[in-house]
């Protein structure tokens, strides 16, 4: 793989042994659409180390045995890369970049993203905004991130906005992060002019320790993806970025009720689609109303009923994505047995005292947020949440077994 960088453009040249068909690091198939993006509202002078982070995020999935950059990177950063991947990186030269004292939030308007924000009352937002693609015809016209970047802007935060087209690199499944990290190449980029020294993401228990996202069901305390000591912890540390997972201790439950009763409430929005507000008939409008009626402790509502096509999914047996919430809605929402998700039911024998666990902060989640932002989080955690018995821990540590 050889990539360039020239006033924000991105351009990748496969070698003989590339691939355009690869997996990104949670193991989905991926396909390759086109060797160019675009990220709009960064530097020139980045260091070279954030100039390649930001290009393994979108050329990962695709590389097989080695990466020359246009400009040479520090070996720290070619170990990562090598030890994380098993790639050959280069050329080496540069000095290390070092951490800076700030802490960015990877903002997407998402109650996760929202509960991270929370936690830092004082750190500004980078946010991703898709921009069409000049060669990949859009898709997915319903996308709204029009939407979502002037709910960003109206949250009063410092805020950077970053565009870019770089989802239309991916085929299929559809246009989306090659990898979850190509979210943050704007902010990677930024990442000297903001005096960057970590990125906050919103992952959450689920995504972080539960096998969450693409994986199903089983506790991952070596996440590829998230974990400080994993691959991608590595790479983003070794270009003195660390990852930051504030709200990784908890629940999907506990971020909705963080988001929703903060001062960015107005502004939380998981729906990609509607544009006065949620679409409600999503799937992701589905899932989150699940646990929004759960938090709330009120009945279900949403328009669709169980012979809508959407339905189908909870028709089936489990495993299912998110299945930790999917226990603890059933245990919490009144009447849940007259909705869609009745047949459901018998899957489960979740009950309110067994899903406990997802109202607390697991402790491990914080130990590892770096050094300058632990208090901080260790202490909100604390007063706002609560920190899991051993008992609970107990349950995260053997989910999925
Ligand atoms: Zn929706």
Known sequence: MR???????????????????????????????????????????????????????????WTRRRIVFDRAVSAEL????????????????????????????????????????????DAPFVHFRRAPHPRVPNRWPHYRSDVLARLARQTGRPLTEVRSDLEYTLAEPRPGYPEHHAVAAGAL???????????????????????????????????????PHGMWGRLFAAAGVHIVL???GVSEAVTMRLALGSELAAQVRWCLQGTGGPCRTCAKCLYKELIQAAVERRPLDTPLTADHPRARKWLR??????????????ARIPGIEDTLFADCLEY???????????DHCYPPALAEIPEPWRA??????????????????????????
């Open 317 to 330: 047996p489990p495993p299912y994505g998110g299945q930790e919430m999917v226990e603890y809605g059933l």
């Open 189 to 227: 980029l930024n990442a000297d002019r903001l005096g960057l020294g970590g990125l906050a993401f919103g992952y959450e228990i689920g995504s972080r320790w539960l096998g969450g996202g693409r994986y199903l069901h089983r506790f991952t305390p070596d996440n590829p993806m998230w974990a």
């Open 78 to 121: 070619a170990r990562a890369l090598h030890d994380g991947w098993g790639v050959e990186a280069g050329p080496v030269g540069a000095d290390p970049r070092p951490a800076g004292g700030t802490l960015a939030i990877s903002y997407s308007g998402g109650a996760d993203s929202v509960a991270a924000a929370v936690v830092y009352p």
């Open 3 to 61: 990539v360039t960088w020239a006033a924000g453009t991105l351009t990748f040249r496969l070698d003989p042994e590339d691939e355009i068909t690869g997996k990104a690091a949670d193991g989905y198939p991926v396909k390759l659409a086109t060797n160019s993006c675009t990220i709009t509202n960064v530097p020139d002078d980045a260091h070279p180390d954030l100039f390649a982070v930001a290009a393994w995020t979108v050329v990962a999935p």
């Open 376 to 401: 901080q989080a260790v202490s909100f955690m604390t007063a706002q949440v609560g920190l899991m018995t051993e008992k609970e821990i107990h349950r995260v540590e053997t989910w999925g077994s």
């Open 246 to 248: 504030p709200v990784g």
């Open 348 to 358: 489960f024998e979740a009950s309110e005292e067994s899903t406990s666990w997802l």
